[in-house]
């Protein structure tokens, strides 16, 4: 069993309505290596993240964080453990009746541990990280896709997270868009952070990670860097890397 400093999941089994997600699925993300899974829609990218938060429970098998199995804990057992982890949503999942800054703060208020100004510092902090700053009092209808996006990494920064998750980042935008959020995922790299993103964005994927998952049917089918994955020959890969017209996953 691998330990340590990391975030893993040890044979883990899920389905939903008897339709397998997940089979004998092992999987660890270390500090430091930037990871992307990959797979088709529907594959159960999403499932996976939210079975590393602890926010679903498996058939069976174990999720840890670091050295703590979280499977069957209560919620109230491991938070500690999962305020190392923030999530940055698809769809952004701003409050649509809080502002900008009230969003990015959200989190801060909560736990109470801050005074307002050093909340109100922190909001600006981030929001300036992001590029954003100047929509602090705007509400999310009042922001295009790419500025939700990024408003949602800045309300996931905001409380100094190890590991930051990304649930399809690029999905919606356009190119400037998606320039922007790998730019940004590079830098919080570069600063130290560990990502983890799920996606079908396969340009995305590797402008922004070096250690790749590819999941289909359930199964982990390749795990390896860029070079390995260009290089396989399992057909499962080959064909999502260069589709052709009898496509396995049409």
Known sequence: ????????????????????????????????????????SGAGKTTILKLLLGLLEPDSGKVFIDDLCITGLPESKFMQQRRRIAIVFQGGALFDSMTVGENVGYRLFEEGQLSQVEIEKVVMEKLSFVGVETALNLYPAEL???????????????????????????????????????????????????????????????????????????????????????????????????????????
Do not use: W
Not at 4 to 28: A, Q
Not at 200 to 225: I, P, V
């Open 144 to 250: 295009s896709g790419g500025m939700k996006k990024r408003v949602a990494i800045a309300r996931a920064l905001a409380a100094d997270p190890d590991y930051i998750f990304f649930d399809e980042p690029t999905t919606g935008l356009d190119p400037i868009g998606v320039y922007n959020i790998c730019n940004l995922m590079q830098r919080l790299q570069a600063e130290g952070k560990t990502t983890l993103m799920v996606t079908h964005d396969l340009a995305t994927a590797f402008e922004t990670s070096q250690r790749f998952t590819f999941l289909h049917k359930a199964r982990m089918l390749f795990d390896g860097s860029e070079e390995e994955m260009r290089s396989s020959n399992i057909l499962e890969v080959r064909e999502f890397l260069k589709p052709t017209d009898s496509s396995l996953f049409t």
């Open 1 to 40: 069993m691998i330990s340590g400093d990391s975030i893993r999941m040890e044979k883990l089994c899920y389905s939903i309505g008897g339709r397998k997600i997940l089979e004998e699925f092992d999987f660890h993300l270390e500090r430091g290596v930037n990871r992307t899974i990959l797979g088709v």
